[in-house]
Every structure is written in structure tokens, then in C-alpha cells.
Nanobody
Framework: QVQLVESGGGLVQPGGSLKLSCAASGSIFSINAMAWYRRAPGKERELVARISSGGSTNYADSMKGRFTISRDNAKNTVYLQMDSLKPEDTAAYYC??????????????WGQGTQVTVSS
């Protein structure tokens, strides 16, 4: 019903930047919250940032001031600009969306993940 496709991951040196994108497609009427999560090896999945349909944002404390979440509602796309990257930011990053379908039912959907590796 809904597909989320992430892009933009890769290898970057400490202090560098990356921008992730996640495009939603399918039987979409509208999208409520969108978010980015990450899972590092051997660790639990954690919330990175969340953005409401109106643009209100929340960040995990360790990402505040370094990461910026934004969205383009016309494109059903959410972005994550990551600056001042650290080795501990290395993880698989997953896109999440709460979607209202054209049937007016609400579903949650996850992307397949994109790997971010911060290393010199």
C-alpha cells in the first residue's frame, strides 16, 4: 500500500555531511508524522528526529544542532541533513511514516534502511 525508499547514505569522514532522502509512494491521501530512526551494530533502534505534518520537529539530544529534519509535502518526501558527523553516528538509518491511505485508514510504514558509515 505504501512504499518508502531511502537514499543518500554512504561513507563520510568525521566532520563531514550527508543528506538522506526518503520518498513515499502508493495509495497516499496524506502523511502525518515522518521520522528517521537508526540502529547501530549491537544497539537498539533509536529515534533520530521526527517531523509533524505541520513542520514541528523533535530531535534526540545527541543530534540536536547537528541534524536537521525537513519535509516536502508535495513530494511526500522527508529529508535528514546530517552535519558534523561522528564515528558514533555510524548506523543503518530508517525512514518511518504514518500514512493516511486513500481508503482513509491509517498505516505505518518503514523504509528498507540506508547505511551511513563515518570513518577516516
Amino acid at each position: 500500500q505504501v512504499q518508502l525508499v531511502e537514499s543518500g547514505g554512504g561513507l563520510v569522514q568525521p566532520g563531514g555531511s550527508l543528506k538522506l532522502s526518503c520518498a513515499a509512494s502508493g495509495s497516499i491521501f496524506s502523511i502525518n508524522a515522518m521520522a528517521w530512526y537508526r540502529r547501530a551494530p549491537g544497539k537498539e533502534r533509536e529515534l533520530v528526529a521526527r517531523i509533524s505534518s505541520g513542520g514541528s520537529t523533535n530531535y534526540a539530544d545527541s543530534m540536536k544542532g547537528r541534524f536537521t529534519i525537513s519535509r516536502d509535502n508535495a513530494k511526500n518526501t522527508v529529508y535528514l541533513q546530517m552535519d558534523s558527523l561522528k564515528p558514533e553516528d555510524t548506523a543503518a538509518y530508517y525512514c518511518f511514516a504514518e500514512v493516511i491511505l486513500t481508503s482513509r485508514s491509517t498505516v505505518t510504514s518503514w523504509g528498507q534502511g540506508t547505511q551511513v558509515t563515518v570513518s577516516s
